[in-house]
Nanobody, 120 residues
Framework: QVQLVESGGGLVQTGGSLRLSCAASGRALSNYAMGWFRQAPGKEREFVASISWSGRSTSYTDSVKGRFTISRDNAKNTVYLQMNSLKPEDTAVYYC?????????????WGQGTLVTVSS
């Protein structure tokens, strides 16, 4: 059974950057699409970004386009989310997810999350 472990969250000021990592164990990520979701306090979990198994195809929610970049290193069994120009509204618990396709509804195996807090 696959386990996904996120890391890299923390406290950052508005305009700062963070890079989240998601390391997998128990299964090779190279056969799967991956994604990142987030859940802000009092809100539902929302899709942030996804990447195909090959890394050739990526998708982003509109609010992070041009600021966030999803990438993967299949040799390291790790997926990343580079977050630049962070805003207070990016504050949330960020979850990585795995699935058979890079669509939000197909990404259904989750990590435990890592908290990102952006101060104004």
């Amino acid at each position: 059974q696959v386990q996904l472990v996120e890391s890299g969250g923390g406290l950052v000021q508005t305009g700062g950057s963070l890079r989240l990592s998601c390391a997998a164990s128990g299964r090779a990520l190279s056969n799967y699409a991956m994604g990142w979701f987030r859940q802000a306090p009092g809100k539902e979990r929302e899709f942030v970004a996804s990447i195909s198994w090959s890394g050739r195809s990526t998708s982003y929610t509109d609010s992070v386009k041009g600021r966030f970049t999803i990438s993967r290193d299949n040799a390291k069994n790790t997926v990343y989310l580079q977050m630049n120009s962070l805003k207070p509204e990016d504050t949330a618990v960020y979850y990585c997810a795995l699935g058979i396709a890079p669509r939000p509804d197909a990404l259904n195996t989750w990590g435990q999350g890592t908290l990102v807090t952006v101060s104004s």
